[in-house]
């Protein structure tokens, strides 16, 4: 007997990932605290909560650095640092896909699904849990139990990955297992199959 019954993950940080080079580039050319600035939680969480749009996130950017020209085409280029798809984490997680339902789950904004067309990952996944959509973010425990319950699982029965800790730990206080994501050796040990 298998000992999960869904593969709960995160999308940002584990199966897609971005240029960080780009974006330490983009600081470094304008000056500006760019990272910090965008990743303020008083700035993303209403925008990773459906309560504003990604554009409505990268105009509080531009005006939170000055609302300058400089500071709104350092926002421009952040919003367009590129993406991708780790491909040794989609080939794991297409594996564990044979044997039970792979549910991705969020912290995302209202573009998540024109996201998703980019990478090619419209139809990857049984279910997509956005934050956006749902009104809830990790690691608030309403998100894993609606993950849990799209997927037919039992919380206990879930395996849950992402690569940010407090969201692991908000999976495991429900009795998922839980495992934080480094690298696709981490997701690799964790899958029985």
């Known amino acids: 007997m298998t000992p999960f019954d869904a593969v709960l993950c995160d999308l940002d940080g584990v199966l897609r990932q971005f240029d960080h080079a780009v974006q330490a580039d983009i600081e470094a050319r304008y000056g500006l605290p760019l990272m910090r600035t965008a990743f303020d939680p008083a700035l993303i969480k209403p925008a990773i909560l459906g309560e504003t749009t990604e554009q409505e996130w990268a105009d509080a950017i531009a005006v939170a650095l000055g609302d300058d ?3 709104r ?10 993406f991708w798809v ?3 984490v989609r080939a794991l997680l297409a594996k564990a896909q044979e044997h039970v339902p792979v549910v991705l789950v969020t912290n995302a904004m209202d573009t998540v699904e024109e996201h998703l067309d980019r990478l090619g990952l419209t139809y990857f996944a049984d279910a997509v849990i956005s934050s956006a959509r749902v009104g809830v973010a990790k690691p608030d425990r309403r998100i894993y139990e609606l993950a849990a319950e799209l997927a037919g699982a039992a919380p206990e029965r879930c395996l849950f990955v992402d690569d940010r800790l407090e969201n692991v730990e908000g999976a495991r206080s429900l ?3 839980g495992v934080h994501f480094r690298a696709p050796a981490d997701l690799a ?3 029985p199959w």
Request: no cysteine; net charge negative; proline share 5%.
């Open 175 to 177: 009795g998922m297992t």
């Open 69 to 71: 020209e400089r500071a």
């Open 73 to 82: 085409q350092a926002v421009a280029e952040f919003m367009e640092v590129p």
């Open 189 to 191: 040990a964790a899958l």
């Open 86 to 88: 780790d491909e040794e």
